[in-house]
């Protein structure tokens, strides 16, 4: 996975007025921890660290603090009505250094004429290097018949890849589609309900 180079800017002010400070100069509030050292605190600007997070554990190459350091995203928090970045977490990593992270699924094709495609997992727990993550596993379901199932242990990681996810976790499997007509269901449903006004009618008549 290519490395994203972002400049950082150290922090000196904390609080709820530093951070809209710092996110109104269009920069993001940011912390990063890990090897045992002590939490540093820093700002990236908001476009570049926007684009580097559309790509599933980005590998962050943070410069502008002493010394280059490799870094991965671990949380990310959005404004909920706006969606802009308010603050994000990193963990630094060093090459070499083994990491477990989540990566997505993606389905490819269309199951067999009458089935329905159930997927149970979108992301899969796996261990790599730091500096060589996957971006994600991709699983083919063209033509998939009904009961077909795919399992965690299923799925062909890249080299120098470990399953973390149990491997007997089904990620998604084929089940059989509804067949029955809702047209004609709901012409049942529409008797059965005149029925039972005519019934009350005629109990209301008789007493």
């Given at each position: 996975?290519?490395?994203?180079?972002?400049?950082?800017?150290?922090?000196t002010?904390?609080?709820?007025?530093?951070?809209r400070?710092?996110?109104?100069?269009?920069?993001v509030?940011a912390?990063?921890?890990?090897?045992?050292?002590?939490?540093?605190?820093?700002?990236?600007?908001?476009?570049?660290?926007?684009?580097a997070?559309?790509?599933?554990?980005?590998?962050?190459?943070?410069?502008?603090l002493?010394?280059?350091?490799?870094?991965?995203?671990?949380?990310?928090?959005?404004?909920?009505?706006?969606?802009?970045?308010?603050?994000?977490?990193?963990i630094?990593?060093?090459?070499?250094?083994?990491?477990?992270?989540?990566?997505?699924?993606?389905?490819?094709?269309?199951?067999?004429?009458?089935?329905?495609?159930?997927?149970?997992?979108?992301?899969?727990?796996?261990?790599?290097?730091?500096?060589?993550l996957?971006?994600?596993?991709?699983?083919?379901?063209?033509?998939?018949?009904?009961?077909?199932?795919?399992?965690?242990?299923?799925?062909?990681?890249?080299?120098?890849?470990?399953l973390?996810?149990?491997?007997?976790?089904?990620v998604?499997?084929?089940?059989?589609?509804?067949?029955a007509?809702?047209?004609?269901?709901?012409?049942?449903?529409?008797?059965?309900?005149?029925?039972e006004a005519?019934?009350?009618?005629?109990?209301?008549?008789?007493?």
């Amino acid at each position: 996975m290519p490395e994203v180079r972002i400049e950082a800017e150290p922090r000196t002010e904390f609080g709820k007025g530093a951070s809209r400070r710092t996110r109104r100069a269009g920069r993001v509030p940011a912390v990063m921890y890990g090897h045992g050292a002590e939490n540093r605190h820093f700002s990236l600007p908001e476009h570049e660290l926007m684009i580097a997070l559309k790509t599933p554990n980005a590998l962050i190459r943070l410069e502008g603090l002493g010394r280059a350091t490799l870094a991965l995203p671990k949380a990310v928090q959005r404004d909920p009505i706006k969606g802009e970045i308010e603050h994000v977490d990193l963990i630094e990593v060093r090459r070499g250094e083994k990491v477990t992270v989540e990566i997505p699924v993606r389905v490819n094709g269309d199951v067999f004429s009458g089935g329905l495609l159930d997927q149970q997992l979108n992301v899969l727990a796996v261990e790599a290097e730091a500096t060589h993550l996957p971006d994600g596993v991709d699983i083919d379901v063209q033509g998939m018949e009904v009961g077909t199932a795919i399992h965690a242990k299923d799925i062909v990681l890249p080299k120098g890849t470990t399953l973390v996810t149990d491997e007997e976790a089904l990620v998604l499997h084929v089940v059989a589609a509804p067949t029955a007509d809702l047209g004609e269901a709901a012409t049942a449903v529409g008797e059965a309900a005149e029925a039972e006004a005519a019934e009350a009618a005629a109990q209301a008549e008789a007493e």
